[in-house]
């Protein structure tokens, strides 16, 4: 009796002195995630894709070595059941964009009943592949026009502007989002940059951070959202609008 419960003893503290084993990480979790797919939209007769890189493998840990590349594949058809999906093309993931995105503008697609859809996967160095994502399926529109802007100085450094949608989106189709408003601080460099978010459908939106004294250009696309499939759309750029800044008389 005493033997056993000195070989139970032994056998308790070589098991504690190894410690536990963890759990068995097998190779394909050790792939990256799938990517994610941010946004689709419609840019002008265009479709706009953003992805992300993916940085954590399939278990949510932090990857143990980087994406090497990114691939795009496409399928054309609205039947997606018979339509296979096939290679577009491949991006460099070794420098992605802001906050590791990529950013890509297909031109190759039509207005009209066509239907697009694409899918994005990871590549490692050993090219082994992520698991892939999809996007929605989507139609592309007639592009929508410009939308009307005017500016107009207000006493007290202030600038009001108005813009106006002179397309009306079809209520079955589409709804009104907004505008995308962009301002050239430095007319000699023709540089603009969109002021934040989408400026809502208002009477006027008063933009309060100007300089006395300067003169600033501005420009605008108006966005509407797809009812069907959830995707924005955006308008050309309309006409470039200049305004001096004044103070209160």
Not at 85 to 105: C, H, K, M, N, T
Not at 128 to 150: G, Q
Request: glycine fraction near 6%; proline fraction near 7%; hydrophobic fraction near 40%.
């Amino acid at each position: 009796m005493r033997k056993k419960i000195l070989l139970g003893g032994l056998i308790l503290l070589m098991t504690t002195a190894c410690g536990k084993r963890g759990a068995l990480v097998y190779p394909d979790q050790l792939l990256p995630a799938a990517p994610s797919v941010l946004l689709l939209e419609q840019a002008e007769d265009k479709l706009r894709l953003t992805f992300s890189v993916p940085k954590r493998d399939r278990r949510d840990k932090p990857l143990q070595s980087p994406v090497q590349s990114m691939i795009m594949l496409k399928r054309t058809g609205c039947d997606a059941t018979d339509q296979p999906f096939v290679y577009l093309r491949s991006f460099d993931a070794s420098e992605p964009g802001f906050d590791s995105q990529i950013v890509w503008i297909d031109e190759n697609v039509q207005p009209g009943d066509n239907c697009y859809q694409y899918r994005v996967g990871a590549v490692m160095k050993d090219e082994a592949f992520s698991s892939f994502r999809d996007t929605p399926v989507v139609t592309v529109h007639a592009p929508l026009a410009a939308p009307l802007i005017t500016v107009r100085p207000l006493f007290g450094s202030m600038v009001a502007i108005r813009l106006v949608n002179q397309t009306e989106p079809s209520s079955s189709d589409s709804t009104l989002a907004g505008f995308r408003l962009y301002r050239a601080d430095d007319i000699s460099k023709d540089d603009f940059i969109p002021l934040g978010v989408l400026t809502p459908a208002a009477d006027e939106y008063v933009d309060e951070n100007v300089q006395t004294g300067k003169t600033y250009q501005y420009k605008a696309r108006l966005i509407v959202k797809d009812k069907k499939s959830g995707i924005y759309r955006e308008s050309g750029l309309s006409e470039v609008v200049s305004v001096v800044v004044q103070d209160a008389p």
